[in-house]
């Protein structure tokens, strides 16, 4: 009987995983299911893009995946039993797993601010980032946008809609200060592109409302808009919390080095799903800087469980924090592998040339999932992994 493999979520992570397991393990010893509710690709690191009205390319899992090995299903996924290893999809159907990998990632949280569910947009995901489009379709010359969030997508969303949208009134309102995790080089870039580009920046303001007309701050202020974007933070869709799986206060899934669960052996979570170490220890931040690498650990350390082969080292740290300012600037910030930045950073245009260079080589590897390396496609020798091998 061949070991079943089921990848939920079609993502940076759960693509890459499932591009490598095929690539790592013999057809005839495995099955692999890849289960996602788009039947595309979603580049997500360009949903801000996508708000403003750009074309994304079309990118369908059925055409990735062919001849490579992977199954895929179109299908939400409902729950997760990790005791029976069933999967429970929306169309009542049961998928059974030996070994699963969980992949479903982050949506946009609220942050339990009253309002936002109901009066704010968000572009954490295709659906949401197209009714962002919508909205700013919309607005006539003179309306008011408000990004709420100044984090890295915050500030990619709202410089996109300014560069965009030179006839709207742009706002960000951060809780720190503009970039402030940034070195100084880099701080001193952001915010002369956010002079150039005329967006009015709010720091050190928590949000403590929103409505149709815009924003109250939790000092007393209102900042009005006549559509406001919130990016202020991410949360895990609420299936693995609902298992018995360990899971972090967050919701992640409690991962060891080979982003094996540590409750359950026969599951290993990646990307923003995972509660992962990097090499040094630290937890690793949501994001595809760390959902790509976390899914080629998981990969490997499956691949290895399964042929009776070493385990892979946990190399996972930082290079850069990759920052768009619009389609003409934008800042690199080199870090250390531990994610703290360094005072060097990439600025202007070569900056731009880097980021896209990363965002087409990231989105390059989805669409090419068994020819990124060389390898040879090994037969399994372990019927099931082992429970304490690690």
Same mark, same amino acid.
């Given at each position: 009987?061949?070991?079943?493999?089921?990848?939920?979520?079609?993502?940076?992570?759960?693509?890459?995983?499932?591009g490598?397991?095929?690539?790592?393990?013999?057809?005839?010893?495995?099955?692999?299911?890849?289960?996602?509710?788009?039947?595309?690709?979603v580049?997500?690191?360009?949903?801000?893009?996508?708000?403003v009205?750009q074309?994304?390319?079309?990118r369908?899992?059925?055409?990735?995946?062919?001849?490579?090995?992977?199954?895929?299903?179109?299908?939400?996924?409902?729950s997760?039993?990790?005791?029976?290893?069933?999967?429970?999809?929306?169309?009542?159907?049961?998928?059974?797993?030996?070994?699963?990998v969980?992949?479903?990632?982050?949506?946009?949280?609220d942050?339990?601010?009253?309002?936002?569910?109901?009066?704010?947009?968000?572009?954490?995901?295709?659906?949401?980032?197209?009714?962002?489009?919508?909205d700013?379709?919309?607005?006539?010359?003179?309306?008011?946008?408000?990004?709420?969030?100044?984090?890295l997508?915050?500030?990619?969303?709202?410089?996109?809609?300014?560069?965009?949208?030179?006839?709207?009134?742009?706002?960000?309102?951060?809780?720190?200060?503009?970039?402030? $995790?940034?070195?100084?080089?880099a701080?001193?870039?952001?915010?002369?592109?956010?002079?150039?580009l005329?967006?009015?920046?709010?720091?050190?303001?928590?949000?403590?409302?929103?409505?149709?007309?815009?924003?109250?701050?939790a000092?007393?202020?209102?900042?009005?808009?006549?559509?406001?974007? $919130?990016?202020?933070g991410?949360?895990?869709h609420?299936?693995?919390?609902?298992?018995?799986?360990?899971v972090?206060?967050?919701?992640?899934?409690?991962?060891?080095?080979?982003m094996r669960?540590?409750?359950?052996?026969?599951v290993?979570?990646?990307?923003?799903?995972?509660?992962?170490?990097?090499?040094?220890?630290?937890?690793?931040?949501?994001?595809?800087?760390?959902?790509?690498?976390?899914?080629?650990?998981?990969?490997?350390?499956?691949?290895?469980?399964?042929?009776?082969?070493?385990?892979?080292?946990?190399?996972?740290?930082?290079?850069?924090?990759?920052?768009?300012?619009?389609?003409?600037d934008?800042?690199?910030? $080199?870090?250390?592998?531990?994610?703290?930045?360094?005072?060097?950073?990439?600025?202007?245009r070569?900056?731009?040339?880097?980021?896209?260079?990363?965002?087409?080589?990231?989105? $390059?590897?989805?669409?090419?999932?068994?020819?990124?390396?060389?390898?040879?496609?090994?037969?399994?020798?372990?019927?099931?992994?082992?429970?304490?091998?690690?």
């Amino acid at each position: 009987m061949k070991h079943r493999i089921v990848v939920l979520g079609a993502g940076y992570a759960g693509a890459n995983a499932s591009g490598r397991l095929a690539k790592k393990l013999h057809p005839a010893d495995v099955d692999i299911t890849l289960v996602n509710a788009d039947p595309a690709f979603v580049e997500r690191v360009r949903m801000h893009q996508l708000a403003v009205g750009q074309t994304l390319p079309t990118r369908l899992l059925a055409d990735v995946f062919a001849g490579t090995g992977v199954r895929v299903e179109i299908a939400r996924v409902r729950s997760v039993d990790a005791e029976r290893k069933t999967v429970h999809l929306d169309d009542a159907r049961d998928i059974a797993y030996d070994t699963l990998v969980y992949a479903l990632g982050s949506t946009a949280a609220d942050s339990g601010v009253p309002g936002v569910a109901e009066h704010a947009r968000f572009i954490a995901g295709k659906q949401s980032a197209l009714r962002v489009r919508d909205d700013l379709a919309a607005l006539g010359a003179g309306a008011t946008v408000l990004v709420v969030g100044g984090g890295l997508t915050g500030i990619e969303a709202v410089t996109e809609i300014a560069e965009a949208r030179p006839d709207l009134t742009v706002a960000l309102a951060a809780r720190g200060g503009l970039g402030d $995790w940034l070195s100084e080089k880099a701080r001193t870039h952001l915010r002369a592109a956010f002079d150039r580009l005329g967006i009015i920046v709010h720091e050190h303001t928590d949000i403590a409302r929103v409505d149709a007309t815009g924003a109250d701050t939790a000092d007393g202020r209102t900042i009005a808009a006549q559509l406001t974007v $919130w990016t202020a933070g991410f949360a895990v869709h609420p299936i693995a919390a609902a298992t018995t799986l360990e899971v972090s206060a967050t919701g992640r899934i409690v991962v060891d080095d080979t982003m094996r669960s540590v409750s359950h052996p026969d599951v290993y979570a990646v990307g923003d799903a995972a509660q992962a170490p990097g090499a040094a220890g630290e937890t690793l931040r949501m994001s595809c800087a760390s959902g790509v690498p976390t899914a080629h650990q998981a990969a490997d350390a499956i691949a290895a469980r399964l042929t009776g082969r070493d385990l892979p080292r946990n190399t996972i740290g930082y290079t850069a924090q990759c920052v768009s300012l619009g389609r003409r600037d934008a800042v690199i910030q $080199w870090v250390t592998p531990a994610d703290e930045p360094k005072s060097s950073a990439l600025t202007g245009r070569a900056a731009v040339r880097l980021k896209e260079f990363i965002c087409r080589s990231a989105a $390059w590897s989805i669409a090419h999932p068994t020819v990124m390396m060389p390898t040879r496609r090994r037969h399994v020798t372990v019927a099931q992994p082992a429970a304490a091998d690690a």
